[in-house]
């Protein structure tokens, strides 16, 4: 099993949990009310930073229930922590809806999972190989 070290920059901060057995993304807490107007973006603090585990990432991903009742979502999902950051944690939420969002202290904002990094080692080549798809892509396998 993975350790995820949480550091608390904020004493009103809660840590990140999981709220049911077999989640793949805990959540993340606000540490700060903000108000969202509609088409706006806001970074949302969590008062905490992170030590992740060596060769991982951390993914912020929005949570359904603020998109499908708020339209309330993470703008640049999945947003990528890297394993040498040691700085606060902040969401980047836009509100897609027609109507003020009110981000309160302690509220769930977003999702975070932790998943495995491929060291890779990037090579110039001359060709790729052939595949069925080959270059075509943006729609082409049609909509139904």
């Known amino acids: 099993m993975y350790k995820l070290l949480v550091k608390k920059i904020n004493e009103e901060a809660k840590l990140p949990d999981f ?25 949302i603090h969590t008062g905490i930073s992170l030590q992740l585990p060596n060769d991982t990432e951390a993914q912020i991903r929005p949570r359904s229930g603020l998109a499908l009742k708020n339209s309330i979502t993470v703008l640049n999902t999945p947003g990528t922590i890297d394993e040498g950051y040691r700085g606060e944690i902040g969401v980047i939420l836009i509100n897609h809806s027609k109507k003020i969002f009110k981000v309160e202290k302690h509220m769930k904002i977003a999702q975070m ?17 052939d595949t069925n798809r080959g270059e075509n892509g943006f729609g082409s396998t049609g909509i139904k």
């Open 113 to 129: 999972i932790i998943k495995p990094i491929y060291k890779t080692e990037i090579l110039q080549v001359e060709s790729l190989t």
């Open 19 to 43: 709220a049911h057995d077999g989640d793949a993304g805990m959540d993340l807490y606000s540490v700060e009310d903000k108000i969202i107007e509609p088409g706006e973006t806001q970074l």
